[in-house]
């Protein structure tokens, strides 16, 4: 990686978004809403979008991963919440008592 980037890796909070990713800056701290969605009461969701939940708690695990390798510490926090509300989804999304199936 040319010298650029890897600044760029090191001082953004990368997280996965279904339409893209998160960049906020390092500097400014954790985010104070790691894909807020997944975590709001308010949120609603069905069997029709478990792929894409799927998805991004692959990717999700991707930076993980690589946050790890790197010791990238904000990163791996933010994501590891952000991969357990999509765990949590997907599990409840699976169980075979599950009303919310379109």
Known sequence: DAPGLQ???????ARTLPNGF??????LG??????????CPHFRT?????????????????LIQIARAKGWKTQIENNELIAKN????ITSLLEP???TQT
């Open 7 to 13: 600044w760029l890796k090191s001082h953004l909070d």
């Open 22 to 27: 998160c960049g906020i800056p390092v500097a």
């Open 30 to 39: 954790p985010c104070p809403f790691p894909n807020s969605c997944l975590s």
């Open 46 to 62: 069905d069997r029709t979008h478990l792929p894409i939940h799927e998805a991004q708690l692959a990717e999700t695990n991707k």
């Open 86 to 89: 999509l765990t949590a989804i």
């Open 97 to 99: 008592d599950d009303d």
